[in-house]
């Protein structure tokens, strides 16, 4: 199974996910089955609409779990720690989301408001 992890700012819209999810699987060559965000953007609709549009599961992860992974998080960017307390969302979301033994397949790919990794589950 592949999760993308989405990390964002505040304002991010659902073509902006669906946009630099697509532009992600279109690099690695493959297809998302699972959506992940942070808990912290639970409340934000652009979440659920692009889930809801790519007819994908959405998992919002909490931040115990994106603290778990984070030594397994190749990138570390210093706006994003500042900002949210994680250095990396985008990969810890879909790292945790993936599970135990879990892969990235792509590390963090930006796009204006967001950011995506895609993981792979363990065999």
Known sequence: MIVAGFGS???VTAQALHDVLRAA???CGAQ????????????????VEAAESM???LRFIAEAEMAAVAPLCPTHSGRA?????????????CLAAA???ARLILPRFAHPTATCALAETAP
């Open 99 to 101: 599970g135990p033994g």
């Open 9 to 11: 700012r505040r304002d």
């Open 25 to 27: 699987e279109a690099l």
């Open 55 to 57: 007819g994908l599961a």
């Open 81 to 93: 720690l500042a900002a949210v307390g994680h250095a990396s969302v985008a990969e810890a979301v």
């Open 32 to 47: 998302a089955d699972l959506l992940a965000a942070p808990a912290f953007r639970a409340g934000e609709a652009a979440f």
